[in-house]
């Protein structure tokens, strides 16, 4: 496992996008698989930058989506499957078309997480799976104790990643749905190169469980220290106890 300490979230984001950039010029058509919440926003913004200014083209890139909240109506502005959208998809010139992810919407929610599976093997497999990390060690919305040889299933989300949820849903933790889509932890191993950032003093603990405690499925994202290609860009803040 590579770790890189960067001065703040801004350079961490243009670390990656550079290297998502590199990706993409080698292999135009790589599957990007991206994540949610706060910390990979300055990534998001910095390639789209790099587009814009003609530094990379972008337009045969795929996108996946790591997670989803089930049970949220179609098209409701947190739904992961929006957020991406907004903050992924049509900011890099890209459509619908460019874009997988699993139906939080099924009525047979294991069907659709099987078909996800599926949907990522057909499509080649994630070329650069980016990770952020919640505050119990938790990738995707694998939470503590998930199998690490998981694949895409339905979970339970815990009360204190409902917590920090809320804020999306206007600090209404009533709001948060308590069941999810996640890739499962086997499935998210399966990606070729893992980028996990994590920026602020409030995810130290779990980056130094993730990066220097035993894997352990206590801590999902020490998953990672079984990964041939994986790298954590971590800001001071989150370094500050390693
Ligand atoms: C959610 C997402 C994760 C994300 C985590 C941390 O639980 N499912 O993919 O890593 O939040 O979010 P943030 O970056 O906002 O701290």
């Avoid at 709001?175 to 499962?184: A, C, E, L, M, N």
Wanted: aromatic share 4%.
């Amino acid at each position: 496992m590579e770790v890189v300490i960067v001065p703040d979230a801004e350079a961490g984001g243009e670390l990656i996008a550079e290297a998502i950039a590199a990706l993409l010029r080698r292999k135009p058509e790589a599957l990007l698989g991206v994540a949610t919440g706060s910390t990979p926003l300055p990534i998001y913004q910095a390639l789209t930058a790099k587009v814009r200014e003609g530094a990379v083209d972008a337009s045969k890139a795929r996108i996946a989506q790591l997670d989803e909240y089930v049970g949220l109506p179609q098209g409701h502005p947190e739904s992961y499957r929006s957020v991406v959208l907004r903050e992924v998809v049509e900011p890099l010139g890209l459509t619908e078309e460019s874009f997988l992810g699993p139906d939080g919407t099924a009525e047979d929610v294991q069907a659709a997480c099987d078909e996800y599976d599926k949907a990522l093997a057909w499509a080649g497999g994630v070329d650069l799976q980016l990770l952020g990390i919640g505050t119990d060690g938790h990738i995707g919305f694998n939470e503590p104790c998930s199998s690490l040889a998981s694949r895409t299933r339905i979970k339970t989300l815990t009360q204190q990643t409902r917590v920090d949820n809320a804020r999306f849903f206007a600090g209404d933790i009533t709001q948060v749905p308590h069941h999810v889509i996640t890739q499962g932890i086997g499935t998210i191993l399966d990606a070729r190169h893992l980028v996990l950032l994590a920026t602020g003093e409030g995810k130290a603990d779990a980056v130094a469980a993730t990066v220097e405690g035993p894997v352990a499925s206590v801590v999902p994202a020490s998953a990672l220290q079984l990964h041939r290609h994986a790298t954590v860009v971590v800001d001071e803040a989150a370094a500050s106890k390693l």
